[in-house]
């Protein structure tokens, strides 16, 4: 338990902040815009460094998208932030189609997704953002593990032309991407387990998750492959399908609705080109409660315990 506090742990939402306002220097067309929230959402970082490239745009998440659509066409590159729940859920109207249907280069910071929003209850716990951002053609949708991948995509985000929206958490989550040759590109995953008897495929925060219930499956005898996938959306197919071949069962997990998320990406992709047996873990359809962050996770079998037993049960049935 010793070596497990010892870990490192940043919330992505961090990470965001600090990356957009070291990139501030080196993207004199950067902005970002803020709904009100710049203290949560992390964007007070940049807005201390370069005061006259923020702008708050009040709870007006909606006519945010709008402004953002504007700055794109006149060469800027804005940077959008808010809770994900107001920047896919109350102004999706507006990125269809001020954003997405144009394709502008505009580029969503989503941040306090998923149940570890905590106290703030079901109202603020947006579990359905990958399912609507999914949905919009040519869209990238990604969900960092940690603060080495979040800020990893928040570069690559702003290299990339064309939309994209980040998902980002609360809560502090151990960095697990701070080792030799990790490589960051939008649209490949990473294996950072190999296996043999099962293929783990997760995101987020989970990705921890997994990695600690490959832990406890080995000391049942059981080969977890645990895949990292940060781009949800374009999914890197090609590694789903590499690591489902050889296992022959793969298990998603996901800080997120099962139905639409990264489970439903894997689905879409196995059923068409190798129909396998897959295990979708995430929310079931309900709303998330309030509550402390990590026993909500627990709760909703998303630690790395829960992971555990939905996995062994999975290869053992």
Do not use: W
Not at 124 to 141: F, K, S, W, Y
Not at 196 to 201: A, H
Request: net charge negative; hydrophobic share 45%.
């Amino acid at each position: 338990m010793a070596e497990k506090s010892a870990v490192k742990k940043i919330a992505t939402r961090e990470s965001y902040g600090q990356m957009l306002a070291e990139l501030g220097e080196e993207y004199p067309n950067l902005v970002v815009l803020d709904a009100d929230l710049a203290a949560a959402t992390k964007t007070g970082i940049f807005k201390k460094a370069y005061p006259d490239r923020h702008i708050d745009c009040g709870i007006a998440e909606a006519n945010m998208m709008g402004v953002a659509a504007g700055l794109s066409l006149v060469g800027k590159i804005p940077f959008v932030s808010s809770f994900a729940m107001f920047a896919a859920g109350r102004a999706f109207e507006q990125v269809r189609n001020s954003i997405g249907y144009p394709h502008l280069n505009v580029k969503i910071g989503a941040t306090h997704a998923g149940i570890t929003v905590g106290e703030d209850g079901a109202s603020h716990q947006c579990n359905e953002d990958i399912a609507l951002m999914r949905t919009i053609p040519g869209m990238v949708v990604m969900c960092p593990a940690d603060d080495v991948e979040a800020r990893a995509a928040v570069r690559a985000a702003l290299e990339h032309e064309g939309p994209v929206y980040l998902r980002f958490g609360r809560s502090a989550v151990p960095v697990i991407n701070d080792r030799p040759g990790y490589e960051f590109q939008i649209g490949k995953g990473n294996v950072v387990r190999e296996g043999k008897d099962v293929t783990v495929i997760a995101t987020g925060i989970c990705v921890d998750s997994a990695l600690g219930a490959a832990e406890k499956l080995a000391a049942e005898g059981i080969s977890a492959e645990v895949l990292s996938i940060c781009t949800i959306k374009p999914l890197d197919e090609e590694l789903v399908l590499a690591s489902a071949g050889k296992t022959g069962r793969v298990v998603t997990v996901e800080e997120h609705s099962v139905i639409g998320g990264l489970g439903s990406a894997v689905c879409d992709c196995l059923s068409e080109k190798l129909p396998t047996r897959v295990k979708r873990l995430g929310m079931q359809d309900v709303f998330g409660e309030s509550g402390p962050a990590a026993e909500l996770v627990a709760k909703y079998g998303l630690d790395a315990e829960g992971v555990f037993k939905s996995v062994k049960a999975f290869v053992k049935g």
